[in-house]
């Protein structure tokens, strides 16, 4: 273990084995991290959070924080990261609120570059990348392979899907779809993202039939109902489909078209 002489470290918080902690960081009360975490300098990280192995912290990222949430009124709450992520300068992370389970949850393997901001109550899953200022606001949900551009914001309550891509400065207020590209202020939906799935080891057979599912639902003069009972019919039984469909039926806020 390694902590610099001018950091701050609370008898309360849990370190793993060869953690480091960089000059003038402040490791408060209650926050576990886990093996090889490193924390560079200027960092403040308060708990009760956590974060798991192989975590890298850049300089003045805040973690950890009280929400910011006029309804949050000091109740013990939560923030939960897995293991391996990374957060570049600047990136700001709060935990949840009573009305969102006090609970926001970050999976492994993520990349939030510079000035990122994961408000309370969010869930992102795994390989998930939150370019340069891109904005969460709270309760919202990004599932795994989903890449948010820089300064794009999602509004409270969206869902992003798997694989989705958001271009930078959009501005997402309904739930934005899986293995598509949504762009605009306010977005609108592209089709499908070939070139991330191609990135994935997609299979050509599986962007084949998401790209038929693309085009039943927006280029087909269909409502959106009428798109899901089409692709029903012509293209059900595959999994990435089958998905598609669960996650336009499931929507609350409504999706992107």
């Known amino acids: 273990m390694s902590i610099h002489p001018t950091a701050i470290v609370s ?81 700001t992370l709060h935990r949840g609120t009573e009305g969102g389970g006090n609970l926001t949850e970050i999976g492994s393997d993520n990349l939030f570059m510079a000035q990122a901001h994961v408000a309370h109550d969010c869930r992102i899953g795994d390989h998930v990348i939150l370019a340069n200022g891109a904005t969460l606001a ?64 997609f299979s050509g057979e599986e962007i084949s039939r998401i790209t038929h599912a693309f085009r039943l639902l927006l280029a087909a003069k269909l409502n959106t109902s009428q798109a899901v009972e089409a692709i029903k019919r012509e293209l059900s039984g595959f999994p990435e489909i089958d998905y598609l469909v669960e996650f336009i039926e499931t929507s609350e806020r409504g999706v992107t078209k």
């Open 11 to 91: 008898s309360k918080a849990e370190l793993g084995s060869n953690v480091s902690i960089g000059p003038y960081s402040i490791i408060g009360d209650d926050v576990i991290l886990h093996d090889e975490v490193r924390v560079a300098s200027h960092c403040v990280i308060e708990g009760p959070s956590e974060f798991g192995r192989g975590s890298v912290f850049f300089p003045f990222v805040s973690a950890g924080q009280p929400p910011q949430d006029l309804k949050y009124s000091g109740e013990r709450s939560w923030l939960r990261a897995g293991e391996r992520n990374t957060f570049r300068e600047f990136t």
């Open 138 to 201: 709270g309760h919202v949900i990004v599932e795994d392979y989903a890449t948010i551009g820089a300064y794009a914001g999602v509004h409270q309550f969206c869902r992003v899907g798997k694989h989705a891509f958001i271009g930078g400065y959009s501005v997402v207020v309904k739930d934005a779809l899986p293995f598509a590209r949504t762009v605009g202020n306010h977005a609108k939906c592209y089709g499908q993202n070939t070139l991330g799935l191609r990135r994935r080891k």
